[in-house]
């Protein structure tokens, strides 16, 4: 009884740490919808046994922090002949894990944050390889996971503030250097009221760069936006960012529905 309860045991922790090895942080639409068209690549004759309608539109719902509200599947969408559809189980449950790892952050389609996604899904290979390369082929497209580097915990960096606006309120072009305290910073003054905070966190063979964007309101640090997936990539993340900044209900002064634009480069350097 003792030997199968450790098999048992011992069998959990492997499969929950492949599990969780298994599992990265990604907020990124774009390269979401590329692991998808791979997904219906590899498994065309199974999603075509399904669904013999040569189109189907994918239809995604998000909260502000990053977890799915609703998704569903239509053929001849936007049409009057639209339909809502049912797919092969294994690309629902693909569709919504791949969608499920956005950690308390915002999705973004390339710099524009988001709360729903509708993407066409051709099951077609021709088709599925044309979509993919559309995307691939858009600006500041990034494959997840390239060009990754270690950082050092006690790194140098240099934060660059290209444009700022928050609302009406704007920040001027700056540099700013400093030195990580074990994968930290110390808040980072932008302006007399702007300041952002990050850190870094490694998972796996991907070091992500979460940080919290601030506004001093009534003398109190206000959260503007926050995310917590940024992968590092070749030693830099470029926070290129536009959305609507984060509710707080009960807090005077803080206009809701106020939008931000920012582009923010952070490198990293010995």
Not at 24 to 45: G, H, I
Not at 144 to 172: A, C, P, R
Not at 234 to 258: A, F, Q, W
């Amino acid at each position: 009884m003792k030997i199968r309860l450790l098999l048992s045991t011992s069998l959990f922790l492997i499969l929950f740490s492949v599990k969780s090895f298994a599992q990265v942080n990604n907020c990124d639409v774009r390269q979401l919808k590329v692991e998808t068209y791979d997904f219906a690549l590899k498994n065309l004759d199974s999603l075509k046994a399904y669904t013999k309608n040569p189109l189907v539109t994918v239809s995604l719902e998000f909260s502000e922090k990053g977890d799915i509200k609703n998704i569903d599947y239509y053929t001849a969408y936007a049409d009057k002949n639209q339909k809502k559809v049912k797919v092969w189980k294994n690309l629902e449950t693909f569709v919504k894990e791949s969608f499920s790892h956005c950690p308390d952050s915002h999705f973004y389609n390339g710099r524009e944050q988001v709360l729903t996604a509708i993407f066409a899904l051709p099951l077609t290979k021709e088709e599925l390889t044309k979509a993919k390369k559309e995307v691939e082929s858009g600006a500041d497209y990034i494959p997840f996971g390239e060009e990754q580097k270690d950082i050092d915990k006690n790194s140098k960096y240099t934060l660059e503030v290209k444009n700022f606006t928050v609302g009406k309120k704007t920040n001027e072009p700056l540099t700013k250097e400093g030195v990580l305290d074990y994968n930290r910073s110390k808040m980072v003054k932008l302006s007399d009221i702007f300041h952002i905070a990050f850190e870094l966190e490694k998972v796996g063979k991907i070091t992500y760069l979460k940080y919290k964007l601030y506004e001093r309101v009534d003398n109190k640090g206000v959260i503007i936006t926050s995310e917590n997936w940024r992968p590092v990539v070749n030693g830099k993340v470029n926070l290129s960012v536009k959305g609507i900044r984060d509710t707080h209900p009960g807090v005077k002064h803080v206009k809701e529905g106020e939008e931000f634009d920012f582009d923010i480069q952070i490198a990293f350097h010995s």
